[in-house]
């Protein structure tokens, strides 16, 4: 347990506290439990909890977390305050560099602990954890109040799509006085946070809370309209001062082989929106309803989305799960390729593979074939130089694809407002984000191609530096 220390005593965290304590993260429930429902599998820290493993930090002169934290979160001076207990502070300063901790918090893939000088030799400080006490501490004690401008500029700036980075656009933007209004497609905002990434992982209050946040602020969002269908582009350029598109990296990659026309084959998003409308109480129309139910399920991807999709099919009631994938097996640990402080290419087990389910890897599938027009089996070969057990078969009713995304949508709003495309056919901006149409500017997914929360954040906090600086001339937004 962590005693009182005077505020006054400036020094990092508990100078021998690494040597003290043992990184220790927060309880996960039951797999027993969690399989019941669609509820957050993590459970928050105590506050003592906190405070100890951040007297782990341990002032390490220069270092590295912010630096592999894409959005340059004060890490150790956050660490210092949560150990002295300012927690007031700690806020503060969180606040400063990340606009939606409580995500970040919750789902961010936590790059600063792979540059944790902590974790050269020993195990790295729990920061994201860290991060989402000190948020949720905020939010308990109603330190997080809307807080409009003081000025408006009278400069109109539409936002189109409201993922993490046209949420974070719209955040700095009207944090700066502008008038924001933010068009979204689907019926609900939030992009990917709401309906790719299941409540298991995110419930979706935690974004509620935040919207409504940003709506007493004053940002105007308009849901249910497709920005280049019932509003052409054209319009916004007319009606608004800058514009800045963010509509993610929407274009799922195909599988293209023999059977792919079979019933019971879906991209990853469409079983995710299913999935994550369902749980929010929307109901699905059974000829459209895609179920795991009692099937024997293939999710075809071993990243991150297909793993999202290995939880929703065991919550579902499936009745068995495998997860394939076309390449090796990352490692465990560190290899010299990734020397510290890189992010390295591990294997992640994620809580849906603590879960159930097999994992394959090196598996390449050569062909579906099905009765009665629905998928009933894979034909598969592994991807090995043995000569041995090189193709085999899964039975499957049904087969999720979670191979990545390849760019952002093209037709529509990108044709046309005749921007140019780089060779990975995501937008192609200047420096500054702004593509060639001067006043449209780009950001997220859309721009950086298929990415992490994190970097959508800090996409949309460095677009909107540079937006705010074009309309007008000088800007205190910050730079990342
Ligand atoms: C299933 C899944 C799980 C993931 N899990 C994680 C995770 O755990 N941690 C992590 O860090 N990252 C995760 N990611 C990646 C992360 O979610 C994305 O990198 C991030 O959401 C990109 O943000 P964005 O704002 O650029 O785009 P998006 O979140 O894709 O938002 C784009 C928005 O634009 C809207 N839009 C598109 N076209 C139009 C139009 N013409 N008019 C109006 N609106 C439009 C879309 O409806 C959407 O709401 C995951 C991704 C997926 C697919
Ligand atoms: S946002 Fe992600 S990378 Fe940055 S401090 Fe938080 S967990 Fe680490």
Not at 358 to 374: A, M, P, Y
Request: aromatic share 8%.
């Amino acid at each position: 347990m962590i005693g009182t220390v005077p505020e006054q005593e400036v020094y990092m965290g508990d100078v021998r506290g690494f040597l003290k304590v043992k990184r220790q993260t927060v309880k996960y429930r039951l797999v027993c439990q969690r399989l019941k429902d669609f509820r957050e599998v993590s459970t928050l820290a105590t506050c003592e909890h906190s405070q100890e493993q951040a007297s782990r930090c341990m002032d390490c002169g220069t270092p590295f977390c912010h630096w592999g934290c894409p959005i340059g979160n004060y890490i150790p001076e956050w660490n210092d305050l949560v150990f002295r207990r300012s927690w007031q502070r700690a806020f503060k300063l969180l606040a400063a560099t990340n606009n939606f901790p409580e995500i970040t918090g919750r789902i961010c893939s936590g790059l600063c602990e792979y540059s944790c000088v902590l974790g050269i030799n020993d195990d790295p400080v729990t920061i994201r954890e860290n991060e989402l006490a000190i948020i949720e501490y905020a939010f308990k004690k109603g330190l997080v109040k809307p807080n409009p401008p003081q000025k408006r500029t009278g400069r109109k700036i539409a936002i189109v799509g409201s993922g993490p980075a046209g949420l974070s656009l719209a955040d700095q933007l009207n944090k700066a006085g502008h008038l924001v209004v933010v068009f979204e497609k689907a019926d609900k905002i939030g992009g990917i946070l709401r309906y790719g990434i299941p409540d298991f992982k995110l419930e979706k209050w935690v974004l509620e809370r935040r919207i409504s946040l940003l709506k007493k602020e004053g940002i105007v969002f308009n849901t249910s309209v497709c920005v280049g269908k019932e509003l052409k582009a054209e319009y916004l350029k007319e009606e608004f001062d800058a514009i800045c598109l963010a509509t993610g990296s929407g274009i799922p990659r195909d599988l293209n082989i023999e059977g792919r026309g079979l019933l019971g084959i879906h991209f990853a998003m469409d079983y995710l929106i299913q999935a994550n409308k369902k749980v929010s109480g929307e109901k699905i129309p059974s000829d459209t309803l895609i179920d795991a139910k009692g099937k024997r399920v293939v999710v075809i991807g071993g990243g991150d989305t297909g793993a999202d999709c290995v939880g929703v099919a065991h919550r579902q009631g499936a009745k068995c799960v495998v997860q394939i994938e076309l390449l090796a097996k990352p490692p465990e640990c560190r290899t010299p390729d990734y020397p510290w402080p890189k992010y390295p290419l591990l294997c992640k087990t994620t809580t849906s593979h603590e879960e159930g389910g097999i994992r394959e890897w090196l598996v390449s599938t050569k062909k579906f074939s099905g009765e009665n027009g629905w998928v009933k089996k894979l034909f598969c070969q592994r991807v090995t130089q043995e000569a041995d057990d090189r193709k085999f078969e899964i039975e499957a009713d049904l087969v999720i694809l979670a191979l990545g995304f390849l760019h952002p949508e093209h037709n529509g709003l990108v044709k046309d407002l005749g921007l140019e495309l780089d060779s990975r056919g995501n937008v192609k901006t200047d420096g500054n984000y702004m593509t060639k149409v001067l006043g449209v500017f780009s950001a997220g997914d859309m721009h950086q191609g298929q990415s992490l929360v994190v970097w959508a954040i800090s996409e949309g906090r460095k677009a909107s530096h540079c937006i705010d600086k074009y309309l007008m001339g000088e800007t205190y937004l910050p730079k990342m």
